[in-house]
């Protein structure tokens, strides 16, 4: 077997050629470019980074607003309880009030009531001791004094007043 090589220089110069053009490339372009590669990634790193603390910072808000608008349904209905106890209150004390009204009109009526009884009660005995010596001096015709006449009248009022 003849193996027959033809050596071009054609093909050692183009094989040359590749390899300064990837020497000159690894030199001029490679470096720069990996420097990109890199910005790149740590930018896409920065970025993801600065959105995860965005997503743990608004959590954190939503938490800190979830818990603020609890505690503001906790004020409110802490706020309609004293509101409603107050009123409850305030009830009770108008109730008590009107029921202290109505007993001191009811004394007060009873009080006036009983400043008639009395009133009608001397009008009566003025007018049965009127009576009583209008009957006791047509009966005795004359024969009374006036001191006699005023103990009649007495005893008389004294026996009306027992009768009550």
Do not use: C, W
Request: hydrophobic residues 50%.
């Amino acid at each position: 077997m003849n193996i027959n090589l033809d050596f071009n220089a054609t093909l050692l110069a183009q094989m040359f050629h590749f390899v300064l053009v990837l020497i000159i490339l690894r030199l001029v372009a490679y470096k720069p470019m990996m420097n990109i590669i890199e910005q790149r990634q740590k930018y896409v790193a920065d970025n993801i980074a600065a959105a995860e603390n965005q997503k743990a910072e608004a959590e954190k808000f939503k938490a800190q607003y979830e818990a603020d608008l609890q505690r503001a349904r906790e004020e409110a209905k802490a706020i309609v309880e004293r509101a409603t106890k107050a009123s409850e209150e305030q009830a009770a004390q108008i109730l008590e009030s009107a029921k202290a009204e109505a007993a001191k009109a009811k004394e007060a009526a009873l009080a006036d009531i009983q400043r008639e009884k009395d009133k009608a009660v001397t009008e009566l005995r003025d007018q049965v001791a009127s009576l009583a010596v209008l009957v006791a001096a047509k009966v005795v015709k004359g024969s009374l004094s006036v001191d006699e006449h005023h103990n009649l009248v007495q005893d008389a009022v004294k026996e009306v007043g027992q009768l009550q």
